[in-house]
């Protein structure tokens, strides 16, 4: 029987089959091949083929072809983990403040989104408590890139309707840092939402997944959202840093301008037209710090990867062990240290 995954965790899924009913699966085998080296196996959004078993339970014995995965590095398990599957946009819900407006936060779900190849939107709640001008002018530039911007207030139901018709027929993720009026808005545009997955949780006295862990919710329309737990901070590892540039729509379009073209870094190389875009404000100075910061993140991640094959031999050492080994130089790339990041805009707490 087919089946779509509501929510997983690493070896339970809540599959709505085809016959309506939610079932709590299982994996038969417990792998699924095709998924090997990552973290997680499922992800809201996959569609299986599972066989019911008794008492409303199920074991899942496919997964059939992802189109699309949208994910982000779990720092935990230090792999790749599916957040959401076969998704057609992302949604960042931001707010213009309380808690206050992470434009590197947003810019991160860019980048994640942007990697996947998935449409990107801004969603900006709490607009009743007045928007300030650099949110303003952060909103602006965001819509310049070609991202859209919806300014709302759940509080007050402005731009709600906008919301709703852009997820029609749409399988959409929802990001957004604790706080931010997500679940609110999900509230809003799922009145009288029951989530199923909680009720078939409560039966199996498995209460307590749900605050945790993504849900695929479905409206009577067909809308679906993927309501992703409020994080503080999202880990990027597993992009490669030579991807980086094409996740920043401004910065790949410079790519033309640079002397070493598609291999420039854009993190200080002689002729790179980066500086110079941002010193005319082609580029908004914010956007390239967040690129650098994310850049030298990717590089560390790279970095303590290779050595930990190479240079340390078939040693296996802790991520700690290592910058501790290397002096912290670990962290050094391109002659921007983390500090000089941190430093560069007194936002050091920024995205976290
Ligand atoms: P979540 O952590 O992102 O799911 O945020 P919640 O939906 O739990 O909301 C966090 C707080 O923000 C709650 O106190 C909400 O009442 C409040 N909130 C949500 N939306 C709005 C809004 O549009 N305006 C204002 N002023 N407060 C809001």
Redesign the pocket.
Same mark, same amino acid.
């Given at each position: 029987m087919k089946g779509l995954v509501l929510s997983a965790t690493l070896n339970t899924f809540y599959v709505l089959c085809e016959d309506n009913v939610v079932r709590l699966c299982s994996i038969k085998g417990k792998r699924i091949q095709s998924l090997s080296g990552t973290y997680n196996c499922l992800a809201s959004g996959d569609s299986v083929e599972i066989v019911p078993t008794d008492q409303g339970k199920g074991l899942v014995e496919k997964l059939y072809p992802r189109r699309n995965v949208f994910g982000r590095y779990n720092e935990k398990g230090k792999a790749e983990q599916a957040i959401a599957a076969n998704v057609d946009l992302v949604c960042c *819900?931001a $707010?213009v403040c /309380?808690p206050p407006f992470r434009p590197r936060f947003i810019d991160r779900v860019a980048v994640l989104a942007e990697y996947s190849s998935l449409p990107f939107v801004i969603i900006v709640? +709490? %607009? &009743? /408590?007045g928007i300030a001008d650099e949110v303003t002018t952060r909103l602006d530039g965001y819509e310049k890139l070609g991202y859209k911007v919806f300014r %709302? $207030? *759940? +509080? &007050?139901g402005i731009g709600l309707d906008s919301v709703d018709n852009f997820i029609q027929g749409k399988l959409s993720v929802f990001a =957004?840092? $604790? =706080? *931010? =009026? +997500?679940? $609110? /808005?999900v509230n809003a545009l799922f009145p009288g939402l029951k989530r199923t997955t909680q009720e078939v949780s409560v039966k199996y006295n498995r209460g307590k997944h749900t605050t945790t862990m993504a849900e695929l919710l479905i409206r009577d329309d067909g809308a679906k959202i993927v309501d992703t737990p =409020?994080v503080r901070r999202l880990a990027l590892r597993s992009i490669p840093p030579s991807a980086l540039s094409s996740c920043f729509p401004e910065i790949l379009a410079q790519e033309a301008f640079c002397k070493l073209g598609s291999k420039c870094t854009h993190t200080g190389e002689d002729g790179c037209s980066v500086p110079d875009a941002v010193d005319i404000g082609e580029i908004n100075l914010d956007r390239y710090e967040s690129y650098l910061r994310i850049f030298a993140e990717l590089a560390e991640a790279e970095t303590w990867k290779r050595k930990q094959q190479g240079a340390l031999g078939r040693e296996s050492v802790s991520r700690k062990e290592w910058v501790r080994r290397s002096g912290g130089k670990a962290f050094r790339q391109n002659s921007l240290s983390r500090n000089t990041l941190e430093n560069l805009d007194g936002f050091s707490d920024y995205d976290e």
């Open positions: *819900v $707010s /309380l709640n +709490k %607009i &009743d /408590l %709302i $207030s *759940v +509080k &007050d =957004g840092q $604790s =706080g *931010v =009026g +997500k679940s $609110s /808005l =409020g």
